[in-house]
């Protein structure tokens, strides 16, 4: 295990790189009051790292505790004010490293405000997660007012989720009127793989033609008798792998354009919120996703579950925190819930989540004693409906570089554990892949798919999302990694968490008004292009037509006798033999 992990740090190689530039600018900081910056002590705290350098001194930013808005927990950075006017352009730059964090990809996250006025409506914000490694981030503004030096700032706002980061060599530069912003440097992450002959990618490649395609071997007859030398078309019309994303019950049932949209992108899909045990206590709300999950069979859709227990006490039921003394009772609490929920969403779920993040979510755990009552989770499931599928879901596995290999151990020895308790009724493997500005290289990704694979299970991408907002980056990121998962034989099914963007930003597959957002562009040039197979021809003397092409739902089209003739037919992974269609 321990040489495993090592050759995952050696072979890892930093790819992420600011633009840089000649230009010069006159640096606004004062460095004589930089060293007495502070912030909210409510929220969290400012510390000087010493030993303390005079022009170039390093903090720790450390938010305790999120405030209800994130400008609460703020700093200001001294300047030396002056006058700007309209269309000045000016260069924030630093250095930071990520030490805490509470996101899935393992980030910090820091608001750059770029005050121009006395009006919220005139700030600029820039958001940037910094990495958990150090890097130095150019974040470029230009103002679009004229400023008064009074009004000039730059704040940081910090108040997301528990986090801390470091940060060092400040710099706030002004330039002469007449400089382009687009002069200026801006930070660009790029990721090693990302060239376009890269032979990761066609390896990846070759091995999505061998383990994701058949060979397509169809007899057409007419009474018995072969069908020859008949024009037709075979097209794919839905894939046998489960690309799918997660979607609410009430978009389903009350949002139509939503869901026609979804439709037309995903043969798979998770509900998103409305199986938590939170979501669920509510029986009012329970009618929608019984509906949604009506709407969803008689669509033809597989229904992933998500989550049966997620042990922490943010995602538990008042009931269960107001009993963490009385273990009794929140076993009884639980196994209760399992049960109900099991009973009623019976015949309506392919495969369960059945514990998500323990990792960070220990709360159940402490207070039974041990994580037995996670593992009862998986043999409730089994008892009571033996053919579902039974995952474990976890994040920060892929992301943040794919470098944390402390969690990635723990959670391999961790699907072990499960296996063993329960005598082999664990069958999946979640891996969220919540993407942060630290991308993965698509090697490493495979790397790890790999490494997990090896238990024997089948691996979800589960909650793939990404941070990054640059369009380019993230189209073609989200491609890369799509290339590499589909390329792996051990993963089952991708699924992104959510579809439409929102005010979070984290998966853009459509914009709000419909149209094709980065991600979305990425997607379908895979899904619904480069991998939809399309067979033009004609049969031969016998009625054959032979092809190859991707494993799922296929629709033949001909015309015969003035009419036009279709219908079905599927090609699965392991069928043997030919399909015979006979038209009477």
Do not use: C
């Amino acid at each position: 295990m321990k040489k495993i992990f090592l050759l995952f740090t050696l072979t890892f190689t930093l790819v992420a790189f600011s633009q840089k530039s000649d230009l010069k600018g006159k640096n606004l900081i004062n460095y004589k009051r930089l060293k007495y910056i502070k912030t909210n002590a409510k929220f969290g705290k400012v510390t000087l790292v010493k030993p303390y350098q005079k022009d170039n001194p390093q903090f720790s930013i450390e938010t305790l505790t999120q405030p209800q808005f994130i400008y609460k927990s703020a700093t200001a950075i001294p300047i030396n004010k002056q006058n700007a006017s309209k269309g000045t352009v000016f260069l924030l730059t630093f250095s930071a490293k990520t030490t805490k964090s509470s996101l899935e990809t393992g980030e910090a996250k820091v608001n750059l405000l770029f005050k121009q006025s006395t009006s919220y409506k005139n700030n600029i914000v820039s958001t940037q997660s910094l990495s958990s490694n150090w890097k130095t981030y150019y974040v470029p503004f230009q103002s679009d007012i004229n400023i008064d030096k009074k009004d000039l700032a730059i704040v940081m706002h910090y108040g997301f989720k528990p986090q801390a980061f470091l940060i060092k060599d400040l710099s706030f530069q002004v330039f002469p009127e007449g400089t382009k912003l687009s002069s200026l440097p801006k930070t660009k992450i790029v990721y090693r793989g990302m060239e376009e002959d890269a032979k990761w990618r066609k390896d990846a490649l070759k091995r999505i033609e061998a383990i994701r395609k058949g060979n397509i071997q169809v007899q057409f007859t007419k009474n018995g008798k072969p069908l020859a030398n008949k024009s037709l078309q075979i097209k794919l019309k839905k894939h046998f792998f489960p690309f799918g994303a997660a979607i609410s019950a009430k978009e389903i049932t009350q949002k139509p354009e939503d869901y026609k949209n979804f439709k037309k992108a995903f043969n798979h899909v998770v509900l998103a919120n409305d199986l938590k045990i939170k979501s669920w206590q509510w029986e009012k709300k329970r009618p929608t996703t019984l509906k949604a999950l009506e709407m969803l069979s008689n669509d033809g859709y597989k229904v992933k579950g998500h989550v049966l227990i997620w042990p922490g006490f943010n995602y538990l039921t008042q009931e269960i925190k107001d009993n963490k003394d009385n273990p009794t009772k929140v076993k009884e609490i639980i196994n209760n819930h399992l049960n109900i929920i099991l009973d009623v969403t019976k015949g309506k779920i392919s495969h369960w989540d059945v514990v998500n993040e323990a990792y960070t979510n220990k709360d159940l755990q402490k207070i039974t004693g041990s994580e037995e009552i996670l593992y009862n989770g998986f043999r409730v499931l089994k008892q009571k409906q033996p053919n579902v599928k039974a995952f474990t879901n976890e994040y920060g596995i892929i992301s943040k570089g794919g470098l944390d290999t402390k969690k990635q151990e723990w959670y391999y020895n961790f699907v072990k554990r499960i296996d063993v308790a329960t005598n082999g009724k664990i069958d999946g493997i979640g891996i969220q892949s919540h993407i942060g500005s630290d991308l993965t290289p698509p090697e490493k990704v495979l790397e790890l798919l790999g490494y997990y694979a090896t238990l024997v299970k089948q691996i979800s991408i589960s909650e793939f999302t990404m941070d990054i907002q640059d369009p380019m980056i993230r189209e073609q990121y989200t491609k890369d990694f799509m290339i590499a998962a589909l390329s792996h034989p051990s993963v089952s099914e991708f699924l992104f968490w959510g579809y439409v963007e929102d005010e979070r930003k984290k998966v853009d597959i459509f914009n709000k008004d419909g149209s094709l957002g980065a991600m979305g562009k990425a997607y379908f040039s895979l899904v619904h292009d480069a991998w939809k197979t399309n067979l033009v021809g004609k049969t031969n003397a016998e009625g054959f037509v032979n092809g190859r092409g991707f494993f799922g739902t296929y629709e033949y089209t001909f015309v015969e006798d003035g009419k036009v003739i279709n219908g079905t037919f599927k090609l699965n992974p392991r069928q043997r033999g030919f399909i015979k269609i006979n038209i009477e």
